[in-house]
């Protein structure tokens, strides 16, 4: 694997590092990174102006003073936890939708090159009703378009959406990941999919066979990024390394993306930790993951013949 496509999803120095340059220290000195995910839990899209612009700026000379790229700008945790453009009402789609152009300016103001992110979940009530969900669906389209010309216009290269293993949201399987994009095939700037691989192996949605070579042989043109967290299978972990929880093989992973030919594709290390947790401790661990991964992911030396 190539070090330069590994890089860092900031959602792990939320609350706890929040100063751009704190961050920014931190993933150059302390992690050894030059790659990074902006995280919307560090600067919310909804900030009135001027105060959105001038934090932006900070940003950006923190990434400029430590030589930092931002890849693109993503869905926190906050955010995730609304139904956003599958919201059961249309007033909460339209503020929804808002949200995402705000997103699209901000991760522009940020400098990155892409915005993403989950797209939403629908109600117990609308995900259990055939028609609503169609109706819902087609609507999520339309909003995608919007989205996509709102990125064309700031200049953003492409938009970046996250399938997750639940039932309610889209797309949620290979085959919807591929009706999604059958059905966007005319968006003013592409639609790639973030394959996390905690998502992808999720067992209680997908059986204990579950695999990350289905996702890699139907997407594999489509996939514009991996995320990395150790999971047990069973749950959204995002854990780090090590911890006796988790089992996942990062080894294993680069040989299977090797394989796929997906080896310029950038990878981020996505880990959360509860805020309660101390400081150094989450220091400590995340440090101790990036090199877990970065030594695991290093391109394996050719046997002697």
């Not at 996250?162 to 919807?176: C, G, W």
């Not at 990941?177 to 999720?202: E, F, M």
């Amino acid at each position: 694997m190539n070090g330069q496509n590994f890089g860092i999803n900031l959602g792990f120095a939320a609350k706890r590092w929040p100063e751009p340059h704190a961050w920014a220290r931190l993933v150059r000195e302390t992690l050894g990174l030059t790659q990074i995910q902006f995280t919307f839990d560090l600067l919310d899209p909804w900030t009135p102006e001027p105060m959105r612009s001038a934090l932006a700026a900070q940003v950006r000379q923190a990434a400029r003073v430590w030589d930092i790229e931002i890849h693109s700008a993503f869905v926190g945790l906050a955010s995730y936890t609304y139904n956003g453009l599958l919201h059961p009402d249309p007033a909460g789609r339209r503020t929804g939708l808002a949200w995402w152009q705000h997103a699209v300016e901000l991760a522009a103001e940020l400098g990155a090159t892409a915005v993403g992110g989950p797209l939403g979940g629908m109600s117990e009530q609308d995900a259990n009703n055939a028609e609503r969900r169609q109706r819902l669906y087609a609507e999520l389209l339309d909003a995608v378009h919007q989205i996509c010309q709102w990125a064309a216009a700031a200049g953003l290269s492409e938009v970046l959406v996250e399938p997750t293993p639940l039932t309610r949201e889209f797309p949620h399987s290979v085959d919807q990941a591929r009706d999604l994009l059958a059905d966007l095939q005319t968006t003013a700037v592409p639609v790639r999919y973030v394959l996390d691989i905690g998502h992808a192996l999720y067992q209680p949605l997908y059986g204990p066979d579950a695999a990350l070579e289905p996702w890699l042989q139907h997407l594999a043109a489509q996939i514009g990024i991996f995320h990395l967290q150790n999971t047990d299978f069973q749950s959204d972990s995002h854990w780090g390394w090590p911890d006796s929880r988790g089992h996942f093989d990062v080894a294993a992973f680069g040989q299977t993306v090797q394989r796929a030919g997906l080896v310029d594709r950038p990878i981020f290390l996505e880990v959360f930790y509860p805020f309660e947790l101390a400081d150094q401790q989450v220091l400590d661990n995340i440090r101790q993951s990036v090199e877990h991964c970065r030594t695991q992911l290093a391109p394996q030396a050719a046997p002697a013949d």
